[in-house]
T-cell receptor, first 116, second 116 residues
């Protein structure tokens, strides 16, 4: 079946503009994660959604970052007033369950964001 | 403070030989460890994992070893093949609150190049 998809694949924006990044998880997966990978760094957890529960926002770096998940499926990560340090690859992952160690997270191809 | 460290940014190995990728962690609460593989322009894909109650897990050419006392794990690939050339990320997770995410903490990755 289809994997996790993300759009756009690349986004170039000017400093101060807002951007929206989209994630379509694997159908039926209830858990959805956002990570970002800055140059030369590992993946950094941003936010997590599980069903209708309140999201775990503990990884969001500032209040300029927000995310929502509509209907328990598609998720949008919004970055307001983008800064150059926001430049990174933003990765979305989904999994079938939550809280279980063996619950594999499947990643999308990512959105490469460049803030000029 | 990096909780998961991959100190070798790159590794080159001859085809047919063994590749050994190393990872160190500092958080003693981590109880599950994973290796992901990433090709350019693709998201990370799950490779192999190990629970903290084990010290070895094997899957075909891939074996992960865990040394809890040293807080060290390694991935062995034998024999190495040119198609194994990719970035390998070590990741770890800890038991969260009931129903909460098992967010992954990633290392910065090691670029493996298998030379034909």
């Amino acid at each position: 079946g289809a994997g996790v998809s993300q759009s756009p694949s690349n986004k170039v924006t000017e400093k101060g503009k807002d951007v929206e990044l989209r994630c379509d998880p694997i159908s039926g997966h209830t858990a959805l994660y956002w990570y970002r990978q800055s140059l030369g760094q590992g993946l950094e957890f941003l936010i997590y959604f599980q069903g209708n529960s309140a999201p775990d926002k503990s990884g969001l770096p500032s209040d300029r970052f927000s995310a929502e998940r509509t209907g328990g499926s598609v998720s949008t990560l919004t970055i307001q007033r983008t800064q150059q340090e926001d430049s990174a690859v933003y990765l979305c992952a989904s999994s079938a369950r939550t809280g279980t160690a063996t619950d594999t997270q499947y990643f999308g191809p990512g959105t490469r964001l460049t803030v000029l | 403070d990096q909780q998961v460290k991959q100190n070798s940014p790159s590794l080159s190995v001859q085809e047919g030989r063994i590749s050994i990728l190393n990872c160190d962690y500092t958080n003693s609460m981590f109880d599950y460890f994973l290796w992901y593989k990433k090709y350019p322009a693709e998201g990370p894909t799950f490779l192999i994992s190990i629970s903290s109650i084990k010290d070895k897990n094997e899957d075909g050419r891939f074996t992960v070893f865990l040394n809890k006392s040293a807080k060290h794990l390694s991935l062995h690939i034998v024999p190495s093949q040119p198609g194994d050339s990719a970035v390998y990320f070590c990741a770890a997770s800890e038991r969260g609150r009931f129903g909460s995410a098992r967010q992954l903490t990633f290392g910065s990755g090691t670029q493996l190049t298998v030379l034909p």
